[in-house]
């Protein structure tokens, strides 16, 4: 369970550590040696590893991560490596990322991305892990105490992160193992994954003990996990309540396993007739059933219920474990309030960007988003969350209970809802689960929905995923205004709600587009949005405020493309708009063509495309029309061979020629994984490049070699690529001295130079800014068309300025190229579709031709 509302203060100003909080290791990982010969793992294919045989490799994985506190990816899987990996990272202090090593590649490296870790372990597919270090030491500022750092989506590459403290995941270990009461004999399965708060508990806890780990991938479904729990000796079993639904399926009674000794359940509520009934099972076969209650943010555990109390208190999360406590905030009449937790294992925050690793506490409190009460034998029961309710016809319904009411009648449901009207989904059973509802909460039979569906979507934790079922409802309600976004600026992709605008290729045109349109949603948007899934986007807070925020690259864009106008058309003299557009480009470049998937050289081609045919046609008509314009200018080369007089349409040329020269350097794979794992000094490197070959246009030039060719202006894209890659405050702090050195005196005019310094500068330090909703749609139409606005104004503003003033020439300008932008897209929507209706032809007569053939 993840909300932002689990943060109680929202100032990232660090917090005392709570009193109890004393110890910055993690014992557990520290000394596994002490245990003696007995097995800590026994593998998938059955060999037991000792723990001084797990101690031994342990050591010699920390030993090569070194002394130097790094930031640690570990792509983990439920593998002796992937145990080795993360035991060595606790154990040498380092800073452990844990990630799923199943996920899909754009998920790993959208994180690859955001945090841009020191080392990458992953399994190697052999015993111990692979090391693949990005650099020497770290480029991090790491908290003393952070020791561990896990994803609040599952394996959906989120970059929100929580932050664990080293003390956190030691107190937690020790009080799992203290109320299980976890032996040196005893054997847990893990079959849980090993990203996931709760499969990592399992780790720490029975390590902490002294106990073995049986590792396995396979589910309970599986007729062999069954047979290797039998051999193994199993001694605990763990899953989530899908797995016990699982386990009905594979009829699993109290004599499956015979050496089992407790049972445990968390990840979910799961119905208490269900806890009555396993509780009963483990009376007959000699085991306990532990419930549990946990969040990522906890580390993993905060309450358990006792096993004796299981059969009569099957509705209650028990009791807080050792060292923390529950208060029940706002209580209403029925002593019902918002559950909050104090513990040693409290997370310390959240992290969002790289400079939040070096935060210490921001957070002494837990809100779990969890409604709670307290009942009179000290118990606590958890009766919702605070966002799944719903209210229609004006009832006041729990959304967790209605599935409950559903499950007593043996029907598997997920509901979902508003004020209007109350959804509910099931794979069976739709008419008897729309009389139950309407029966149970006395609504109408038009205020209850059902759907149908194959089956309910569960998250990787086994949780139901309740934004995967809002397509069910898709053709009764409007879909998610952030879905149809996406859905309208990337019209030719299938969204899903683990999809990000980096990962659907978005490229710098369309982002333009999404950002505006986000912006018109949303509250307030991330300027990590590229990187955010449709999911996450979907559960920010809606605009509701009379600013909205836009990114500061659309708004230098929008300025820029009016200075040139301006400029040109003689309303004002402040040059140097170009310029700053050739650096804006070079920062696109480096967010969305060098975007860590495969398909870099084609999706810098296609960019270079999409400016280079809009403007080859264009700049083609042009020349027949006018003397000025001949064939150097048509192919976009006449700022290097200077053959034709308009010279105007530089900034276009200078950018397709990167760009193609560009496509050709990172079709190199040597060179893309080198600016995979070194971005900022590639793009160093880049700049250091362009200022060489700028050299000597700089000593020997004009001042159009110097500020309006290919030599003398590509060290603008790459100071902008170099801006886009600075993430920590040195490099930052590097593209600030970069700034201030290369660009006065550059021209001799101290305002050209001064536009180009300030917009760098701000788009430095203020990813987002907030305008006026009425700005926020001009600015992004004119951002968004600002290449055809380029093109198009030398054919306008001279035929309009013996009639017009300048004033009134330069709107006529920016509406004109709106209109040709506009006008393309027509065509490219409409190209697009006839391309689709032949295909589907093509391929239905060739799939009649082909079913001819067989009768």
């Known amino acids: 369970m993840t909300h932002d509302s689990l943060i109680l203060a929202p100032t990232l100003k660090s917090l005392p550590e709570p009193a109890s909080i004393v110890d910055s290791e993690v014992r557990f990982a520290r000394d596994l040696a002490r245990h003696g010969d007995r097995p800590a793992i026994v593998t998938p294919d059955g060999r037991a590893i000792s723990y001084p045989d797990l101690d031994h490799r342990v050591d010699k994985v920390a030993e090569a991560l070194g002394a130097t506190r790094r930031l640690v990816m570990i792509e983990a899987r439920n593998s002796l490596a992937s145990v080795v990996a993360y035991l060595a990272a606790l154990r040498a202090g380092h800073a452990a990322l844990i990630t ?33 270090f990005r650099r020497n030491g770290s480029r991090h500022v790491l908290h003393p105490d952070l020791a561990l750092l896990l994803s609040t989506s599952g394996s959906t590459g989120s970059p929100k992160l929580v932050r664990i403290a080293a003390a956190g995941v030691q107190a937690n270990a020790d009080a799992i193992a203290g109320y299980l009461g976890i032996r040196p004999t005893d054997r847990a399965a893990l079959s849980l994954p090993l990203h996931y708060c709760y499969g990592l508990s399992i780790v720490n806890s029975n390590l902490a003990a002294g106990a073995s780990l049986l590792l396995t991938e396979g589910s309970v479904t599986d007729p062999g996990f069954w047979e290797t729990m039998r051999q193994q000796r199993a ?26 000794r407790y049972v445990t359940q968390a990840g979910g509520r799961l119905a208490p007739e269900t806890v009555r009934r396993y509780a009963r099972m483990g009376r007959r076969g000699g085991w306990d059933l532990f419930v549990m209650y946990g969040q990522t943010e906890a580390t993993a555990r905060m309450a358990y219920l006792p096993p004796d109390l299981a059969e009569s208190r099957p509705g209650s999360i028990g009791r807080p474990i050792d060292g923390g406590s529950f208060t029940i905030a706002d209580p209403d009449d029925s002593g019902v309030g918002e559950l909050v937790y104090r513990g040693p294992n409290v997370m310390m925050g959240y992290a969002r ?108 934790t086994g949780k139901t995923d309740y934004l995967a079922l809002r397509p069910a409802v898709a053709d009764d309600q409007p879909a998610s205004s952030v879905r149809k976004a996406f859905r309208k600026i990337l019209p030719h992709r299938r969204i899903t709600a683990d999809d990000t605008f980096v990962g659907l290729g978005g490229d710098s045109l369309s982002y333009v587009k999404m950002s505006i349109a986000l912006g018109a949603i949303l509250d307030r948007v991330p300027s990590t949005w590229p990187t955010m899934s449709v999911r996450e986007l979907e559960s920010l807070r809606v605009r509701t405020n009379r600013l909205a925020h836009i990114d500061t690259g659309i708004v230098l864009r929008a300025v820029a493309i009016l200075l040139v106008l301006g400029t040109h058309i003689g309303l004002f003299v402040l040059p ?47 020349a027949t029309a006018s003397d000025a314009v001949g064939i150097a200018n048509v192919l976009l080369v006449n700022n290097l061979v200077h053959r034709d007089a308009a010279i105007g349409y530089w900034y276009v040329e200078v950018l397709v020629l990167l760009l ?64 886009q890659r600075a993430s920590t405050p040195a490099h930052k702090a590097l593209v ?87 006008a393309v897209q027509t065509g490219q929507e409409l190209t697009r579709r006839q391309l689709s209706v032949r295909t589907k032809k093509t391929t239905g007569a060739a799939g009649s031709r082909a079913s001819a053939r067989s009768h």
């Open 353 to 460: 960007t790289t400079g939040d690793l070096a935060l210490g506490r921001t957070i002494d409190e837990l809100l779990t988003g969890d409604l709670g009460r307290r009942t009179a034998d000290g118990l606590y029961e958890v009766v919702g969350r605070r966002g799944r309710f719903a209210k229609p016809f004006g009832k006041r319904i729990c959304l967790d209970e209605i599935e409950l009411l559903l499950s007593r009648s043996g029907i598997e449901g997920a509901c979902t809802g508003g004020d209007d009207i109350l959804d509910v989904h099931v794979p069976a059973d739709a008419d008897r689960a729309h009389k139950i509802v309407c029966a149970g909460t006395g609504l109408p039979a038009t205020g209850v929905r059902v759907h149908s569906v194959a089956r309910i979507p569960r998250l990787p």
């Open 736 to 822: 600030v001295a970069a700034i201030v050195a290369l660009v006065p005196g550059q021209f001799g005019d101290f305002g050209r130079e001064a536009i180009i310094i300030a917009g760098l500068l701000l788009l430095l330090a203020i990813p987002r800014v907030a305008l006026p909703k009425a700005l926020i749609a001009p600015a992004g139409l004119i951002a968004d068309a600002s290449l055809y606005i380029y093109l198009t104004h030398y054919t306008v503003f001279p035929a309009l300025l013996h009639h017009l003033p300048p004033l009134p020439t330069l709107l006529a300008c920016v509406a004109v190229g709106i209109a040709v932008r506009q």
């Open 100 to 132: 799923a090593g199943d996920a899909p590649r754009e998920h790993t490296e959208t994180l690859l991305a955001h945090y841009d870790p020191d080392v990458v372990l992953n399994d190697s597919g052999h015993d111990m892990p692979e090391q693949r």
């Open 576 to 622: 140097g708009g170009a310029h700053l557009l050739l650096a804006l480009s070079g920062w696109a470049f480096a967010r969305f063509a060098l975007a860590p998937s495969d398909g870099t050289s084609g999706r810098i081609l296609r960019s270079a495309a999409v400016i280079a045919v809009p403007a080859i046609l264009w700049i083609g008509w042009r």
């Open 235 to 260: 001694t605990s079993l763990h899953g989530v309540p899908h797995t016990f639904a699982l386990l009905d399926q594979v009829g699993f009674d109290e004599h499956t396993v015979p050496h089992l």
């Open 660 to 723: 193609l020269a560009l496509a050709a350097v990172f079709a190199v794979p040597a060179i893309r994984r080198f600016e995979r794992r070194h971005d900022f000094a590639t793009a160093a490197a880049a700049l250091a490049l362009a200022l060489l070959i700028g050299l000597g246009t700089t000593r020997t030039g004009s001042f159009t070699d110097l500020a309006f060719s290919l030599p003398g202006t590509a060290w603008f894209f790459a100071l902008g690529w170099l801006l």
